[in-house]
């Protein structure tokens, strides 16, 4: 695998899911494998378990590992060609990617959509001047349009905790104080529809994803009715995609919480989300803190994720 930016790059995704299990059973079996190999992770924005969990994975891999915050420490970065640079920020994206990439063998990119111009999110900018100008295998550690380390993590726990072949998966907006990026939808619903689960996509009139993401999922507009007979219940928030207000908050309606009430309408599913989580918006106390709740098996299973794809980086280098 040369880069790693959404599900198809794995390949064959059974075959990924094993090497993941593998890998589960025995963290430190491939120990050697990174030895005298670079990580570096480069953050536009800012994270918690990405950052935490693919820095271990390395580490379970024997790579060394180097972080760069780029708005703490470093010079801001200009990212547009053709600009005048008499402004605040004093180096070129241009320069600093093969720079940067003189001092690694893999480099990790967090890179959130910016909200400017859909085109401009849509068509990765960043993420893609990494690909071209790096000459290193890049990872996509949550770019403008996909989360993928999150959605195989996500994939990962449905599979330890499917009592079904084909559990019915419900991904539900909810509400939220603040516009979030279509990254992490996107990219659960690019997975679930490479597999062969039921899945449901639910949100209120307004919020529909790009088409390309939701692929052949079944969309639902009414909550409850998405909710009955589900195994998972995947609850997230995100802002509107469609051109005339794209990444606008249109609704904070909360009636859309993810609540025990619209948990017993399930099939005593599961709660999943990504993390960091708005409590009391987009899910109650009482339904993160069930016994129900795969919020931290989950964030857990993104070191698995993360040393699957850099295995499979580190053996095609
Ligand atoms: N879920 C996730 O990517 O968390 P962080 O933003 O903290 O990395």
Not at 51 to 76: E, F, H, I, P
Request: aromatic residues 10%; glycine residues 4%; hydrophobic residues 40%.
């Amino acid at each position: 695998m040369r880069h790693f930016t959404n599900v198809h790059d794995l390949g064959d995704l059974q075959l990924a899911l094993r090497e993941a299990f593998d890998i589960k059973a025995d963290k430190y079996k491939y120990c050697e494998l990174g030895k005298n190999k670079t990580l570096m992770m480069i953050f536009f924005n800012s994270s918690l378990r990405t950052r935490l969990s693919t820095q271990k994975a390395a580490m379970n891999l024997g790579m060394n590992v180097m972080v760069l915050d780029v708005n703490q420490g470093a010079w801001k970065l200009e990212t547009e060609r053709g600009v005048v640079m008499d402004g605040d920020k004093p180096e070129h994206l241009l320069e600093a990617i093969p720079v940067m990439s003189c001092y690694c063998d893999v480099i990790g990119v967090r890179s959130f959509a910016r909200f400017e111009k859909r085109t401009d999110d849509y068509e990765e900018k960043i993420l893609n001047q990494f690909i071209r100008y790096s000459s290193r295998p890049v990872i996509s550690m949550e770019s403008a349009t996909r989360h993928p380390l999150q959605s195989f993590a996500d994939l990962i726990t449905i599979e330890e905790y499917k009592k079904t072949d084909r559990p019915k998966v419900v991904m539900s907006w909810a509400p939220h104080p603040k516009a979030l990026p279509q990254a992490v939808p996107n990219s659960f619903a690019e997975w679930m529809n490479a597999t062969d689960y039921e899945f449901v996509i639910t949100h209120p009139k307004g919020y529909e994803l790009d088409p390309v993401f939701v692929g052949n999922a079944r969309v639902e507009y009414d909550q409850d009715k998405a909710f009955e007979g589900a195994d998972f219940i995947y609850a997230k928030n995100w802002s509107a995609y469609n051109e005339a207000d794209y990444g606008k908050v249109l609704s904070k309606d909360m009636s859309w919480t993810v609540d025990e009430r619209k948990m017993k309408l399930t099939n005593n599913a599961y709660f999943m989300h990504c993390l960091p989580v708005r409590r009391n918006m987009i899910v109650t106390d009482d339904v993160i803190e069930s016994e129900n709740s795969l919020v931290i098996p989950e964030a857990a299973n993104r070191e698995i994720s993360a040393q699957t794809v850099l295995k499979k980086i580190l053996e095609s280098l």
